[in-house]
């Protein structure tokens, strides 16, 4: 049951009251202690009269429905707040069914409970409460009893397989509606109702269609009185359906089931289809040859050993699934047909079908690779070009360069090759290229030589020294070249995985 309450108020003009002022002038003529506990009265007065000034108000409930509904009508009702003063009021208003509330709202004309709200079966006594304002009391309304009845409902079933062979699966589904309301809670499925012996078959929860679904399997050929029973709840009556006549004919048709598979050996990730083929007995029940010109019905289970894989429904006598998701290893898969009401269950044998690891092809032979063929650098300068390494099955260990020219380098970093050289520059000591301490060792051995053998080595040490000074190793300075210029041809080296490539480069040398 549904609500429709609402709020109207009424306005009046407003009425304002003033005081003569004596107070005022009797504090002019009053010693000030006087004054003082005059004005402590005239506010004790004033807070207390403060206090009671607020108006009478009153909230009249009027429900527009009839007293007795059922269970799913609406209620209509209004309620209508009245100041004592005349003047506007605000707050609020809430209703109350018994001691529970249920809506709350804002005082302005129109105000409405949202739609949905529904009272169970049994007697309600609403009440409207106003929450008062600032100048304005809070006021409760008189009370309306409504009487709300249980809602009657009807009941009907049905069949998914009529006829139907001995040993046939069946769902029986029951629809149950209510006048006003949604019915909820159970339905008993009974079969034999028109014999006098209904046997309960099961039972099953309506749901938010107000629909129970119950599947079986007859076991018995003959006419089976079908009924339907909906028990009812707190809000809604009981019903019961018509009979439905199933009718069970016969045996059910032996089928086989084949399974077959588009590949026995696959590798991890590759798809395996698996089909399954359902096909009925020739010497099917009379019952059965209804359906023998459409094949089987139901649906196929396919399995690798406990393992479910999934379900498909039969169509044209077939079934096909399809995964890619098998693991590595050997796999023993069947599939099982379900029958249905005209065909019994089959099982077909096992298939197996190997998943082996995915190799990944053997990587190819290393390849170094260099951004340049020929690098052009000024003596003193330096000169860099993208270096890689690709294929083979480890990462570089290791880069390394040959055939330099003297005071150069090579360095390797973030895949770049660089070569350093050096420029020109002075020793930086007046020390003779030569050995300056043999030629001191050689003085030393003047001393011990006999003075009439000293003349002549010392000729021969003066000529010694003369050719030194003619090859830039005497007493002055000297000069370092450093890189020389030229054209020289550089190789650069990488191990990967034990594996040696090389790629040469050309290196050119200016003054």
């Known amino acids: ?21 004596r107070a005022d002038k009797e504090l002019v003529m009053m010693t000030m202690r006087e004054r003082i506990y005059k004005v402590a009265a005239l506010l004790l007065v004033s807070s207390s009269a403060g206090a009671a000034t607020k108006a009478a108000s009153t909230v009249t409930l009027a429900v527009k429905t009839p007293s007795a509904l059922i269970y799913g009508q609406e209620i209509d009702g209004v309620a209508q707040v009245t100041a004592g003063d005349g003047a506007q009021v605000s707050g609020t208003v809430t209703f109350y069914d018994g001691g ?92 034999g109702a028109e014999t006098g012996r209904a046997r309960e078959m099961g039972e099953a929860p309506l749901d938010a269609n107000g629909q129970a679904a119950l599947a079986a399997v007859m076991l018995t050929a003959g006419d089976h009185a079908i009924t339907a029973v909906y028990a009812g709840d707190g809000n809604s009556e009981g019903s019961s359906s018509t009979v439905l006549h199933e009718t ?78 098998l693991g590595v290893g050997s796999h023993s898969l069947v599939a099982a047909y379900q029958g249905d009401a005209w065909t019994a269950a089959s099982l077909s044998a096992p298939v197996n079908v190997e998943v082996t690891q995915v190799v990944a092809p053997p990587a190819g032979p290393p390849v170094l690779t260099l951004g340049a063929g020929t690098v052009t650098v000024a003596a003193g300068d330096w000169v860099q070009m993208p270096v890689a390494v690709s294929g083979g099955s480890a990462k570089t260990v290791g880069l390394s ?20 050289t050096s420029a020109p520059r002075d020793c930086g000591s007046l020390v003779p290229y030569g050995d300056a301490s043999a030629k001191g060792a050689v003085l030393l051995m003047l001393l011990f030589v006999p003075r009439r053998k000293m003349a002549r080595l010392l000729g021969i040490l003066c000529a010694v020294l003369a050719m030194g000074a003619m090859t830039g190793c005497g007493t002055g300075g000297c000069t370092d070249l450093g890189t020389r210029p030229g054209t020289y041809t550089v190789t650069v080296s990488g191990s990967v995985g034990g594996a040696v490539v090389s790629q040469k480069v050309k290196l050119v040398v200016t003054p």
């Open 401 to 420: 360069c040959s055939g330099l020219p003297a005071e150069a380098a090579c360095s390797f970093d973030a895949g770049m090759l660089k070569i350093t």
């Open 100 to 191: 529970a509330s249920f809506c709350v709202l804002t005082l302005a004309n129109g105000s409405s409970c949202p739609e949905g709200t529904v009272f169970s079966a049994g007697t309600h006594a609403f009440a409207a409460v106003y929450s008062g304002d600032g100048t304005h009391a809070r006021a409760t309304s008189n009370e309306v009893t409504v009487a709300v009845a249980k809602d009657t409902t009807t009941a009907a079933v049905a069949s998914s397989a009529n006829p139907m062979a001995v040993g046939g699966g069946v769902v029986y589904t029951a629809q149950v509606a209510g006048a006003h309301g949604r019915p909820t809670g159970m339905v008993r499925f009974l079969d």
């Open 248 to 325: 069970v004919t016969g045996l059910l048709a032996a089928t086989t089931t084949v399974l077959g598979v588009n590949a026995g050996a696959v590798s991890a990730g590759q798809s395996v289809v698996l089909t399954a083929k359902v096909e009925m007995a020739a010497n099917a029940a009379a019952g059965s040859q209804a359906i023998a010109s459409t094949g089987p019905g139901g649906t196929v289970g396919f399995s690798d050993g406990k393992t479910v894989l999934g379900s498909v429904r039969v169509s044209d006598g077939v079934a096909a699934w399809s995964m890619s998701t």
């Open 1 to 21: 049951m549904g609500s429709s309450l609402g709020i109207a108020r009424e306005f009046y003009p407003l009425r304002l009251f003033f005081g003569t002022g």
